[in-house]
C-alpha cells in the first residue's frame, strides 16, 4: 500500500494551514509620458483550502496504490485525458514490470500540496524503489469538484 504521510515543517508555508501560491500584480505610469515602463510586480500569496489538501492527496495516493496493485486501469482513471493520451502506454508498460518483479513502490509525501492558481495544485513526492529514492512533482488541475493528474514526472 501506499504511504503519504506528510513531512512538513511547521511555519514553512508547507504545512497546510499556511500553504501558498503567488498571483502577481502589476503597475505602470499614470501620467502617459512616454513609453510605459514595464510593469513592478509584486506577489501576493493565496492559501489551499484544507478541503483541497486532502482532496489532492487522496488522488495522488490512489493513483500511487493503484500502481503497487497493478491496476493499469484505475492508475490511468485518475489522469487528464490529454496527460493520459501521452503517458498511457507507458504507464502500461511500467506496471507491467514492476509486477513481473513483484516491486511494491513507496510512496510518501514530500511536501504539502500547494495551489499555483485557482485550479491547479501540485505537490512534491518520496518514490522509493528497489534501485533508490526519486523525487516526483504531480501537478494536478480541478475539473469541477474533481481534481485530476495533468503531470507526475521525476523531478531534477
Known sequence: PVSCGSTAV???GLDGTQAISPTSTGTAAADGSGPEPTPATTTTYTAISE???ESVRAVVSAFWAAYNAYDPETAVSFLDATYRASKEPIIRSEIRRIKTFGVQLGVTEK???ILLGPNE???YLNLKEPLGTRTILTRLLRHGDTW???YSEEAE
Open 111 to 113: 511536501s504539502t500540496p
Open 51 to 53: 478541503d483541497d489538501i
Open 121 to 123: 495544485a501540485e505537490m
Open 10 to 12: 511547521p511555519g514553512s
Open 148 to 150: 485530476v493528474i495533468v
